[in-house]
């Protein structure tokens, strides 16, 4: 289970570098949202300083993120094959789309954002659902 965990954190730093540049191509500019954001939990602070500030919290946070994936896959799996949908544990597989979708969702029902959104979702789901538990076996 400790090489679940530490490979989830290491495919976090993978998914860290990603959702950097997904958020450099949903986020051109100063949106109505993300001014909103800003006024209220970061007032003064200019769009450059936004940006260094989630990309320097992103380092932390997906890190994490895969590291709890590492775990509930570790505790989760049964002796025994259990393939389906390309992975060795497909309820996890489905888990952690269902958390993408979660999380991004919303960004999918944006024209301009729909389809940087929806392969980010998909390569979230493919790293944490699928490479996780192939590498992991």
Excluded: C, D, H
């Amino acid at each position: 289970m400790t090489s679940a965990v530490i490979l989830g954190a290491a495919l976090g730093m993978l998914v860290n570098s990603l959702f950097v540049g997904w958020v450099a191509l949903a986020q051109k500019g100063l949106t109505p949202e993300l001014e909103a954001v800003r006024r209220r939990f970061f007032p003064g602070a200019t769009l450059t300083a936004l940006m260094l500030g989630l990309t320097g919290a992103s380092l932390l946070f997906w890190p994490l993120v895969g590291a709890l994936y590492g775990l509930v896959y570790g505790l989760w799996r049964a002796p025994g094959p259990q393939f389906g949908l390309g992975s060795p544990l497909w309820p996890f597989s489905l888990l952690v789309l269902g958390t993408g979708l979660g999380m991004f969702g919303r960004f999918l029902f944006r024209p301009a954002t729909r389809w940087t959104t929806a392969a980010w979702v998909g390569l979230y789901a493919a790293i944490f659902g699928w490479l996780l538990p192939w590498f992991v076996e």
